[in-house]
Antibody, heavy 119, light 107 residues
Framework: EVQLVESGGGLIQPGGSLRLSCAAS????????MGWVRQALGKGLEWVSV???????YYADSVKGRFTISRDASKNTLDLQMNSLRADDTAVYYC?????????????WGGGTTVTVSS | DIQMTQSPSSLSASVGDRVTLTCRAG??????LNWYQQKPGKAPKLLIY???TLQSGVPSRFRGSGSGTDFTLTISSLQPEDFATYYC?????????FGGGTKVEIK
């Protein structure tokens, strides 16, 4: 079964760091277009970061220079290193796989992990 | 980034109603438009991709249409399990931006 399971969320003080991890099963993360989408409470969906199948990356302006996306082929995980966290980073973070066929769409979502940045 | 705007932001409807949700792109996205359904506390779920292709298992009461900048999602006869928030997403260019969502509530 194709599945994504996130971990690593929690309560962190402003300025702190967290590392989110997304464990994939049923497919290999290293060959796929993967990313992190976040959703603040009561708000919409926002792409945080993407890593393309070729290794290129995208970061939302709001996280550029603070977050780093990476893949670990040995563990088959997608990771998100989050530094200098701010209150407005508080959200549920979803790991997502983008199906790359004739039309791109997110075909697999994780269940989400909650990040709360507060003192 | 391509901006996506959904309207209305919320609506109230009754079981059995026909409901139409609208999504507008800031520039033409051709037919690269997807729809997702999200229920409280759950991850979004793909409903429709490429404007009108239903994801496997999605009931035929869901219908997508449009092209260019204007798109609609129609639910022909609203069922209790359809009360949720719906998001459109363009897939013409990365990042695959989302609209702000339309929440469908019970009247």
């Amino acid at each position: 079964e194709v599945q994504l399971v996130e971990s690593g969320g929690g309560l962190i003080q402003p300025g702190g760091s967290l590392r989110l991890s997304c464990a994939a099963s049923g497919f290999t993360v290293s060959g796929d277009y993967m990313g992190w989408v976040r959703q603040a409470l009561g708000k919409g969906l926002e792409w945080v970061s993407v890593i393309y199948s070729g290794g290129g990356t995208y970061y939302a302006d709001s996280v550029k220079g603070r977050f780093t996306i990476s893949r670990d082929a040995s563990k088959n995980t997608l990771d998100l290193q989050m530094n200098s966290l701010r209150a407005d980073d508080t959200a549920v973070y979803y790991c997502a796989r983008v199906s790359v066929t004739r039309v791109y769409y997110i075909d697999v979502w994780g269940g989400g992990t909650t990040v709360t940045v507060s003192s | 980034d391509i901006q996506m705007t959904q309207s209305p932001s919320s609506l109230s409807a009754s079981v059995g109603d026909r409901v139409t949700l609208t999504c507008r792109a800031g520039q033409s996205v051709s037919t690269y438009l997807n729809w997702y359904q999200q229920k409280p506390g759950k991850a979004p779920k793909l409903l429709i991709y490429g404007v009108s292709t239903l994801q496997s298992g999605v009931p035929s009461r869901f219908r997508g249409s449009g092209s260019g900048t204007d798109f609609t999602l129609t639910i022909s006869s609203l069922q209790p399990e359809d009360f949720a928030t719906y998001y459109c997403q363009q897939s013409l260019s990365t990042p695959l931006t989302f609209g702000g969502g339309t929440k469908v509530e019970i009247k």
